[in-house]
């Protein structure tokens, strides 16, 4: 009897039990690679948590730490799930993939109690408090400063972290307000009364209906009670 021939993708797989490629070390890997993302994301080595899912596979234990360089494809740094690339310049030009799983400890702002849908935001309902995050989209709200003025979209509940999408720009006229539309052309000016169809912020146009003849006009929001038509 002829004796089996083994695949060719069963022989390499034999071959890599029985003589596995040997890593550099996990520990010197990791520092490496948590350096790198500390750079990226300019925040300190101790807030940066990378653990290896698929390390390299070339042997690169004999190479001195310093003499590797870390590399991502990724133009913009970002967390979670991600490829890079190991290369030792000294050696030659050439690339070593391998992948990793990536969280940073930021300080972001978090419910301090259930906020209610269009609650003005400030530092009375929400509490700055440092947790370990996995992804950047949508991005969580960081400063302070990014909550004036601001109210919230929906309900956000006590503990949750805010994210961008869940606030907007407080408005300075609410849909259904009354506001004073002034019409104006050359020395004329006639002011009517009327309802905005929508919120608006000093700046932006806003659809208003006009009290007296019902009309729908589109004017530009002067301030909190004062629309101006364009011509």
Not at 192 to 199: E, G, I, L, P
């Amino acid at each position: 009897m002829k004796p089996t021939r083994l695949p060719i993708s069963v022989f390499f797989l034999l071959m890599l039990f029985f003589n596995p490629v040997e890593g550099i070390n996990k520990q010197q890997l990791v520092s490496l690679v948590k350096g790198y993302f500390a750079n990226q994301f300019n925040v300190p080595v101790t807030d940066v948590v990378v653990n290896i899912v698929n390390p390299p596979r070339r042997d690169l234990s004999a190479v001195p730490i310093d003499k590797i360089r870390v590399s991502s494809r990724t133009k913009i740094p970002r967390l979670g799930y991600q490829s890079l690339w190991l290369s030792v310049p000294s050696e030659g030009v050439y690339q070593e993939p391998m992948s990793v799983r990536l969280s940073v400890y930021k300080t972001v702002a978090v419910a301090r109690h259930t906020i209610a849908r269009n609650e003005t935001l400030s530092g009375e309902n929400v509490v700055f408090k440092r947790v370990l995050l996995s992804s950047f989209d949508p991005k969580p709200v960081t400063e302070i400063d990014s909550l004036n003025g601001f109210i919230s979209r929906q309900v956000i509940q006590e503990g949750k972290v805010l994210k961008q999408y869940m606030i907007t720009v407080s408005p300075d006229i609410i849909a259904g307000e009354k506001v004073k539309v002034l019409l104006s052309r050359g020395t004329l000016t006639v002011i009517a009364n009327a309802r905005t169809k929508s919120d608006a912020c000093i700046g932006d146009k806003v659809r208003v209906v006009c009290d007296n003849t019902r009309k729908t006009l589109t004017a530009r929001v002067m301030n909190k009670d004062t629309v101006m038509v364009e011509y």
